[in-house]
């Protein structure tokens, strides 16, 4: 055991984890985030808050940790390399687990070309392999990156993100590889549409031993509807969303597009359950958090574990 974290109890435990993310407003609302947050509690292990995701402005990542933690759920504190160097982000480490921050994903982040400042100075002093790395050494030989001293370590589960569906797909799983060489607990996945490929990446994962060494939670977004499905496949990078899913999107009534989105999700589910190498499920269930109490009891994960 490494961190006071839930998350990572369940892991240990051997259950099958299911985690749940909410993105922060674009603007002071505390009440936004404390009614999103409702649909999550008892639903999920652990919540992602997403860190100016797209690029664009939201509130910090941090901040809306600290409100989930008063609503009573587990925050998964996002940090992308893009935004600040590595004091910040050291001190952003030590003041979030100073007020109960346990599980942290690390990401390099979206480039400022693509959000609302496109003209934005891009920071990346680190990428997101040493990001993993200086966490490491904060929480397991309690020193900074300049090498000094911590008084009282964060003692941090520690996240990061993996992409099956990038090319070249062949490197995918060395960088799964890299990943877990620099120190990460437990990976999320891109959301998952293409099965076949995911199939492949695990089963190399799994020969090459990595799924043993770290836990693999499968990315599940629900598609609301056909335009959802069209636009992820032609806009979204490093997203592959296979023509007969949209076929089969295509195939029901209109009003119950958004219902078989759902069916699709919670069939990938269950056979995560039993893929070997797969440790849990990511729900982005993306400003359609409403829907995660149906979602998990459709999906057979009810009720959490208490650990």
Known sequence: MKSGSNLEKVLEAGHFAFTGELGPPRGTGA????????????????????DNQTAVVRMSSWAACLLLIQEGLEPNFQMVCRDRNRL????????????GIRNMLCLSGDHCMFGDHPDAMGVFDIDSMQLINMVKNMRDDGKFQSGTDIEDPP????????????????????R?????NAGVDFIQTQCIYNMDRFRKWV???????????VYILAGVTPMKNVGM??????????IEVPEE?????????????ADEGIKIACEQIEEFKELKGVHGVHLMAIEWEHKVPEIAELAKVLPRPKV
């Open 229 to 238: 499905a069209r636009y992820m496949q032609k806009k979204v990078p490093g």
């Open 203 to 213: 089963q190399q994962a799994n020969d090459m031993g990595l799924t043993e060494k």
């Open 155 to 174: 003692k941090i589960f520690i996240g990061a993100a993996a992409n099956p569906f990038a090319e070249p797909y062949e490197w995918r799983v060395h």
């Open 31 to 50: 009440k936004e985030v404390k009614e999103k947050a409702q649909y999550l509690k008892g639903n999920v292990d652990a919540v992602n808050i997403t």
């Open 245 to 257: 899913l949209i076929d089969r999107l295509k195939g029901v009534e209109k009003k119950k597009v």
């Open 176 to 180: 799964l590889a890299k990943k877990i």
């Open 88 to 99: 910040a982000m050291q001190a952003d480490i030590l003041g979030g687990y100073t007020h």
